[in-house]
């Protein structure tokens, strides 16, 4: 299958890392995953805790992070975090954040001119933020040479056209973050299924957001797939039909994550969510109609 180190991890002829933005995010279960029992965390405190459960504060952990991919000599980002400098009304953990994650992306190998395709899973603010930077009083693209998937389902929903029936801080996000790039004639709106190039395909798997997508990897013998948001934690594994509070639409979400799984388990593909803290990355067991994590990888 996969080869797998301390830094990296490689899939056929695909490599993958991960950038990390920010370090044990705390969610309160009751908005990650709501209609979880209560006795899920606690039953499994032995392999959630400490990097997806914080026993002691009953907090579930993540992270903000990118994963880089290259592919057929092509630098890919699956998601870009929060970024730096945003106004986010109603989530203060993401106001006017300052971090070094342009330094961490250079030590990945990774400078903004050298990035060729920008994936957004969907169009929330913690996946969308350093798709741009602050640059002579106006937000431009941090990514020059690149061309940026964005799903026309969410571009419709978050975009302008909805005015006060978008959330503040989801009409800022588009805003400083989209339009930019839109406007600079970077974007590529997609919708059903995109093929990026012979190893990367965009699926859309709705319900997390009109537009939530994953991105599926085929190399080789091996097979991935980038969830974005339809796992937090992976209390969702083992009860996939709990969606977050975030969701637009529970039920839609918790259909997608069922059939997410469901294929991965079949076709053996590797599970790689965007939050995961630890080892970011997992392959699944079915058992009748429940799952489960078989092994940890990255």
């Excluded at 890919?76 to 975090?81: E, N, S």
């Excluded at 050298?114 to 969907?122: F, Q, R």
Aim: glycine share 10%; proline share 6%.
């Amino acid at each position: 299958m996969s080869e797998v180190n301390e830094e990296h991890l490689v899939l056929g002829d695909v490599e993958v890392r991960r950038v990390v933005e920010v370090d044990r995010f705390a969610l309160a279960p009751q908005l990650i995953a709501p209609d979880a029992p209560e006795e899920v965390w606690r039953d499994n405190e032995d392999w959630l805790a400490p990097d997806h459960w914080d026993p002691a504060s009953g907090d579930a952990v993540a992270v903000i992070q990118t994963w880089v991919l290259r592919s057929e000599g092509k630098t890919v980002l699956v998601d870009t975090g929060i970024g730096n400098g945003r106004e986010r009304p109603g989530v203060p953990a993401f106001e006017h954040l300052d971090t070094d994650y342009l330094d961490r992306l250079a030590a990945a190998g990774v400078r903004p001119e050298d990035v060729d395709v920008v994936v957004n899973t969907h169009l929330h603010g913690d996946h969308i933020g350093w798709n741009t930077r602050w640059d002579g009083g106006s937000w431009v693209p941090t990514f020059p040479n690149a061309t940026y998937f964005i799903p026309a389902a969410d571009h419709a929903y978050f975009g302008p056209e909805r005015g006060d029936a978008v959330r503040e801080d989801n009409r800022a996000g588009f805003a400083d973050s989209i339009a930019p790039v839109v406007r600079a004639g970077q974007a590529v709106l997609w919708e059903g299924t995109h093929r990026i190039d012979s190893r990367l395909t965009l699926e859309a798997a709705p319900g997390h957001t009109p537009g939530s997508s994953v991105l599926r990897l085929e190399s080789g013998a091996d097979r991935a797939v980038f969830t974005g948001d339809l796992f937090h934690v992976p209390v969702q594994v083992l009860e996939p039909c709990c969606s977050s509070a975030f969701c637009e639409d529970p039920e839609e979400a918790a259909r997608s994550r069922v059939r997410v799984l469901g294929r991965a388990a079949e076709a053996g593909e590797l599970v790689v969510p965007a939050h995961f803290s630890g080892a970011g990355a997992f392959e699944v067991r079915r058992a009748g109609e429940k799952f489960g994590i078989s092994r940890w990888a990255a």
